[in-house]
């Protein structure tokens, strides 16, 4: 079980984000690194529990009053592909934010993990006019000083944007959010959802993910704009020294035609539509490890809006959805196992089952799908990052699991999941789904899901 070794990559890691990827030695531009393997295909080894032995091992932990009176659940030998224990396993559950590791792997299906998100500057119909253009990148930032590290940044357009109008002074700001379309909040999202600061209209401009402030709160949610592509024009005014009341709303015009006369003929300087600056995301496959480590559900709405583009649908929660779930039958899964909504898990329309979630997990450990085993990567570890780095820390016997289960999490009121994989003491790899979606206090539910992973660490199960 060699490549079976759980690895998170520092930068991942609470603390490593500190430094700023841009930053280079002065000896030279340094070649983009290339994302650590974190998990190899799923090979072979170790000794297989079997599912009498998981059965007398966890079957006593399911029926924990915590976890209410729906308990699905299914966990699967990662390497054969065999259940080992199943519990309504075919039920359609509330997975809350675990509808995450769906948008992770339809999106790296459908983009593949190095594709980028583009944010364009171009001319406006006016002399001066600068129109900001959309490419829906949720982690655009400022100025480097922005809650993803390494993001495409505003004030570096702006400085593109001021060499490619040379003499022409810039008079005001566009913003073009055509890139999207529909209902900028989810069906099935609580009323408070914006209000908390647990998402914020998806719009396909915005920066920090429509933070008004660059920093994650793990519990209680970060305040957002109210208008997060008006903020994020406003916030590109100031870089190219305007003031935040010369921003409005509009769109691009289209790109001159080769036969269009050259702007050094025009009087007005640049021709209308002509491109004047543009910054790229780093690769999805960073992107997704974001979403999944912070549980970013403005992240998921976003990608899950280049799934359908790919597609040639709508960017819209309709399109977005109805694309993500046609990417699922694609990759051999089975489709009608998920009812969607939303691709963040916000919503209380969407259902799927445990074994669904076992079986991508599967197919993404397998090697049959390698842009699949990215999402790996971003996946919280136990009692060291994301959503997982104060968690199998109580009772005692939850701890056995830190380090050893690396997973997605997800909450909703009276809704409480977790899925991902771990290695047993025996070194065998397993996938697992636990959804109880009738949960009470939400604090015991988590203990009483982290006692049954962490169960299936410590047993050998056989």
Known sequence: MAGLVL??????????????????????????????PVLAAAGIGGTAPTAQGVETAIGPLVGAPALGSRVNISVVDAATGDPLYEKNADTKTTPASTTKLLTAATVLAARGPAYRLSTRAVAGAQPGEVVLVGGGDPTLGVDGDDQFPGAARLDKLAAQVKEALGDQEP??????????????????????????????????????????????????????????????????????????????????????????????????????????????SPPLVQVIDWMLQQSDNVLAEALARQVALAAGLPASF??????????????????????????????????????????????????????????????????????????????????????????????????NTISGELITKDGRLLVFAIMADATGDSGAARQALDKIAAKLVTCGCQ
């Not at 930068?11 to 650590?36: I, M, N, Y």
């Not at 509009?250 to 009087?267: E, F, I, V």
């Not at 690396?406 to 909703?412: E, F, M, Q, V």
């Open 7 to 36: 690895k998170v990559r520092p930068g991942l890691v609470d603390g490593g984000l500190a430094a700023d990827p841009a930053k280079t030695p002065s000896a030279g531009p340094a070649p983009e690194p290339t994302p650590t």
């Open 171 to 280: 008079t005001r700001v566009l913003v073009d959010t055509s890139l999207f379309t529909g209902s900028e909040t989810g069906p099935g999202w609580d009323g408070d959802v914006v209000g908390s600061g647990q998402a914020a209209r998806i719009q396909p401009l915005m920066t920090n993910a429509g933070r008004v402030e660059p920093v994650h709160h793990e519990v209680g949610g970060d305040p957002r704009f109210a208008d997060p592509a008006l903020a994020a024009g406003r916030a590109f005014a100031k870089q190219l020294g305007l003031s935040t009341g010369s921003v409005r709303k509009g769109k691009a015009p289209a790109a001159p035609t080769s036969s269009a006369a050259p702007s050094s003929a025009r009087p007005e300087g640049v021709a209308p539509g002509s491109p004047l600056g543009e910054v790229q």
């Open 318 to 415: 309709d399109g977005a959805t109805k694309a993500m779930t046609a990417e699922l039958g694609e990759l051999g899964l089975p489709a009608d196992a998920a009812t969607l909504a939303d691709a963040s898990g916000l919503s209380r329309r969407n259902k799927i089952s445990p074994r669904l979630l076992t079986d991508l997990l599967t197919l993404a450990a397998s090697g049959k799908h390698p842009e699949l085993s990215s999402m790996f990567g971003g996946l919280p570890v136990a009692g060291w990052s994301g959503t997982l780095r104060t968690r199998f820390a109580t009772p005692a016997p939850n701890q056995i699991g830190q380090g050893l289960v690396r997973a997605k999490t997800g909450s909703l009121t009276g809704v």
